[in-house]
């Protein structure tokens, strides 16, 4: 069995963290993460997470430098996080609802609990 690898993108924009808001499933509905999704056979993580922000919110995005550690999901999945950069507006496409949010606030949400394994680069990367 191929391992699958799950992208997320970082979008950082004026000292603010975008993130969305799950629909799905029922046990993860209503809490918040960094939007991307499965890299599909053939495609670069660049290329999946470019498409999959393309889907989720409707931007184009330039795919920067890989974000913090790899976290395994199970034995055969791995999430992977990268900074993004876009000039559009996104809109939640996908997601119930998408915000930006500062440092102050990455503690307090109710995040996937995988994602929270960045909240360290990520209050780093705000700071920049």
């Known amino acids: 069995m191929t391992d699958v690898i799950v992208v997320a993108g970082a979008l950082i924009a004026d000292a603010k963290l975008l993130v969305a808001q799950r629909n799905r499933p029922p046990e993860l509905a209503g809490l918040w993460e960094l939007p991307g999704g ?33 976290v395994p999901l199970s034995d055969t999945v791995t999430l992977r996080a990268y900074r993004v950069s876009t000039n559009d507006a ?12 500062g440092t102050d606030e990455l503690d307090e949400l109710p995040w996937v609990p995988a994602d929270r394994a960045w909240l360290a680069e990520l209050k780093v990367a705000l700071a920049q």
């Not at 889907?55 to 913090?68: A, D, F, H, P, S």
């Not at 996104?90 to 949010?101: F, G, N």
Request: aromatic content about 2%; charged content about 35%; overall charge negative.
């Open 90 to 101: 996104p809109h939640a496409h996908d997601h119930h609802a998408v915000r930006w949010v």
């Open 38 to 70: 499965k890299v599909a056979p053939g495609e670069s993580d660049e290329q999946a997470l470019a498409r999959e922000l393309q889907e989720e919110l409707g931007v184009e995005v330039t795919v920067g430098k890989k974000l913090g550690e790899d």
